[in-house]
């Protein structure tokens, strides 16, 4: 079982360790985190370094995984993951045995499909991106990097999804709508037309 570290300590990570125990292709070596974060006792895992020490620990493992979540921006993770690439990580998808991904769709490096979720034919998911707990994503939609798509969203069929962008819990995207990059739909939307880039969609 290859080794592997987790990057951040928060919640999101709780929720992502549970996710890469159940797939059991991993073996968790610690967790790395910011400089001065604060011990999460909730976490079994022992703290191992900082994000000064990714070279360090890249001869204890070369698979990293960013188990941080989107705060108010994509910048954070967008960053990390090009930092680890630069230093020669590997960062794997990770699928939850409890989601649905149909062959005829593509999952980029980085990628998590969490519990319950359901990815339908023709679907694609670029680097880096956050498929949250019970959300869908329906046929030949496009979904670009460092998207993450939260608890029980719905995007419908050949939507567009562009890099950065955030989907709120429990939001519907309607079929054939164009997200640009680095929007944000809010928790409980139904989004029925396009977005440009950097907009902000409130229901």
Known sequence: MNNLIIIGNGGHA???IEVIEAENKFKILGLVTEKHAVKNHKIKYSHIGSDIDFIKLFKKSKNAFIAIGFIKDSINRANLFNKLKKIG?????????TSYKSDQSTLDEGTILMHNSFINSQVKIGKNCIVNTGSIIEHEATIGDNVHISTSAV??????IGSGSFIGSNSVIKEGVKIGKNCIVSAGSFLRRDLKSGARFYK
């Open 89 to 97: 990580y590997y960062l794997p998808v990770i699928v939850s045995p």
């Open 14 to 16: 709780i929720s992502c």
């Open 155 to 160: 995007v419908n069929g050949a939507v567009e």
